[in-house]
Structures are given as C-alpha cells and as structure tokens.
C-alpha cells in the first residue's frame, strides 16, 4: 500500500484550517482548534486510530464554537478522502462497542464513498463545560459528508456527558483503524462488487 498521507487548507470568511493527516502512523497529534475540549477530543481520534494528525484552527471563537468544530470535521473528512485515494486494499467494514466507565457506545463504519451518518446519541446536558454537546453530531456530520464513509454511532447507556462524547471519538477512532487497515488476502482489490468505492 502506498503511504496514505494528504494536506488540506481551508479558508473561509468564519475559520482558516490547516489539517494534514497520515493514516499509517502511531496515533500522533498536534491541535491547536482553540476550543480545548474539542482539541482533547481530537487528541482521542487521532490516538486510537493511529492516524497521525495535525490540526490548526483559527475561528470565530467570539460568536460561538460551532463554525470551527464544524469546518475542522470538513477538513479532517477532505483530507481522508484525499489520502485513502481509491481505496483500494482496505477491510472497508469494521464496528466496536466501545467502553468507558459507566459509558458504552457502538461506533459502525463502511468506508464507501456513500457519505451518511446515523446518530443515536443523546446528551443530557447542553454543555460540557464550555462545550456545546450538540456540536459532538455537527463534527460527525461533517466528517462523515466530506470523508466518504457511511456511519453509525449509538451511545448504549451511560451517565456522564464527558464520557458520552469521549466514547463517540473513541470508538470512531478505533472503528477507523480497523476499517482502513490493509486487507492481506485482497491487497490489491478494490473491496466492492461495483469495482468502486469513490461514490
Ligand atoms: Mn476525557
């Protein structure tokens, strides 16, 4: 497999974004988002996928978070897509009950080209700190819209709105690494009947 690495800047009149990825890496980070639950998040799906990343956020912080959570998931989304190329020789499906404490949550995921996101996840806090929870589904959205990939996150049960959005970032993660290590009985194929996983 070719190394799996891209760049992408994103410029717009609420947020200027720099992310480079490498899927093939130790799980390093470096974020900078300015939103620091947002970067310990990141820390986490970069971590457990083991995709390094670099992230460097500046947004319009003083109206709220949410433009810069929910570009920074463009970002993220557009630089995967760009360094998964065809996708070809992956394991494509992979899901994980994640755990944490009092927490479990399922993180299911197709990297198809078909971008969709199911989300069964319910907080009950608007807030984690200063963090708006509902800005947890925002990301996902926008990662799951612009890197391709079909998926599904279902919080089971769990108390703590802390550990809820940290399981989601977990198990996404973990589900990732999973869905895009390489396949050694079919290195070289494209893993779709259609011959195409680019959508
Ligand atoms: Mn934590």
């Known amino acids: 497999m070719a190394p799996r690495s891209a760049e992408v800047s994103r410029k717009t009149k609420e947020t200027e974004i720099s992310v480079s990825v490498h899927v093939d890496g130790t799980g390093r980070s470096e974020m900078a988002t300015g939103v620091g639950f947002f970067d310990h998040m990141l820390d986490q799906l970069s971590r457990h996928s083991l995709i390094d990343m670099k992230v460097s956020a500046r947004g319009d912080l003083h109206i709220d978070d949410h433009h810069t959570v929910e570009d920074c998931g463009i970002a993220i989304g557009q630089a995967l897509s760009k360094a ?17 404490d009092e927490t479990l949550t399922r993180a299911a995921i197709d990297v198809s080209g078909r971008p969709f996101l199911v989300w069964n996840v319910a907080f009950s806090a608007p807030k984690i ?3 708006d929870t509902e800005l947890v589904r925002e990301f996902f959205q926008a990662l799951a819209q612009n890197a391709g990939i079909t998926l599904h996150v279902t919080n089971h049960y769990g108390a703590n709105n802390h550990h809820i959005a940290e399981t989601c970032f977990k198990a996404v ?3 990732l690494r999973m869905a895009l290590e390489s396949d050694p009985r079919q290195p070289d194929a494209v893993p779709s009947t259609k011959g195409s996983l680019k959508g």
Do not use: Q
């Open 173 to 175: 993660a973990r589900a």
């Open 129 to 131: 700190g200063t963090f």
């Open 84 to 100: 998964l190329g065809d996708r070809r020789g992956i394991m494509r499906y992979a899901s994980i009950d994640l755990a944490m």
